[in-house]
């Protein structure tokens, strides 16, 4: 037991260590702001971590588009970052922030807007020159195929961020990579243990909401019938409980865990003994051999404990587990 209890300490102690390592972000003011492009501005701090970077940008605080990812090297150091965004409509607000992505967790800067001005071509009238032949909206990299819009209930779409990104579709018998942007089925596995994912899910009315995934095993569900909530399941083998000396040294395994992160979205994931609303928050959740642990960087999640049915408010900086059977 005493054991035992060693290795749960230390598998808490590596969920804070990890929290406490993040990347930081900071979304500063765009700026070359014109009709059609803009480059978008922000501070990282890697925090001794190897780190990846992107913006989220589009006409809402929802997103849809982001740019290419961009590595920074382990440093302590605030580093300025910026990414050029073309193919913007005139006359348009748009939203944008700044991501950072290492294998200890995701960072995002806060929201904030700029205006594209009107479009010279044609002043007063809101009109539009024609995008150059092979471009695409929004500033997004041509490609040979864009996927179709989500479908609720039956269909979203995956793109991955940095590193490699696995797919295993409903019935296949083994995980393909995710070379680019596509569309799979509800039901599809996703591995991000070595990569980090985009998803972007359907919800009522034709709108669609986004999250950044990583560090994970997880199978995507989507009920048409749920409002869009989308729950991702945390797949993979379970960490095995040591219940002597030997076997705690040298079983290795950590437990099985995600790191996700939302813009005000219908999300969820689910472990073992327990499942995590969130309300637009970046968090953490790993199935333990104590049970499954939430721990929250931004926002807040709402855990309901399987077992006993309990639902607790798990805010900024806090964390909860919900215990497994003894």
């Known amino acids: 037991m005493v054991v035992v209890g060693l290795a749960i300490a230390a598998a808490a102690s590596w969920a804070v260590a990890a929290f406490a390592k993040a990347p930081s ?94 479009d ?26 864009t996927p179709p819009p989500p479908v609720l209930g039956k269909r979203v779409n995956v793109a991955p961020g940095t590193g490699t990104v696995l797919v295993r579709l409903p019935g296949a ?32 009315g034709g709108a669609t909401q986004n999250a950044t995934v990583h560090g994970g095993l997880f199978q995507v569900r989507q009920p048409a019938s749920g409002r869009g909530m989308t729950e991702l399941v945390l797949r993979g083998p379970k960490p095995t409980c040591a219940t002597t000396r030997a076997a705690a040294v040298a079983d290795r395994r950590p437990p099985r865990r995600l790191w996700a992160s939302d813009h005000n979205g219908r999300f969820r994931t689910r472990g073992s003994n327990a499942v995590a609303t969130v309300r637009g928050t970046s968090w953490y959740m790993a199935d333990r051999c104590d049970g499954t642990y939430t721990r929250v960087r931004h926002g807040s999640v709402k855990v309901r404990e399987l077992r006993s049915g309990r639902t607790v408010v798990v805010r900024a900086g806090q964390s909860h587990l919900a215990r497994a059977a003894r």
């Open 25 to 118: 972000a900071v979304t500063r003011p765009a700026t070359g702001v014109t009709a059609r492009s803009a480059v978008l501005q922000g501070t990282v701090n890697p925090n001794d971590k190897a780190s990846n970077y992107s913006f989220e940008y589009g006409t809402s605080a929802t997103y849809g588009k982001f740019t290419t990812v961009a590595s920074l090297a382990k440093g302590k150091a605030d580093v300025a970052v910026s990414a050029a965004v073309t193919g913007l409509q005139p006359s348009t607000t748009y939203h944008f922030r700044v991501v950072a992505v290492s294998a200890d967790g995701i960072a995002h800067g806060a929201d904030l807007t700029f205006t594209t001005a009107a």
């Open 173 to 204: 018998a083994k995980a393909v990579a995710l070379p680019s942007a596509g569309s799979i089925p509800v039901g599809s596995i996703v591995d991000t243990r070595q990569g980090v994912v985009a998803l972007t899910t359907a919800l009522p």
């Open 120 to 145: 010279p071509a044609a002043p007063g009238t809101g009109s539009s020159t024609p995008a150059a032949p092979g471009s695409t909206p929004s500033g997004s990299p041509p490609s040979a195929a």
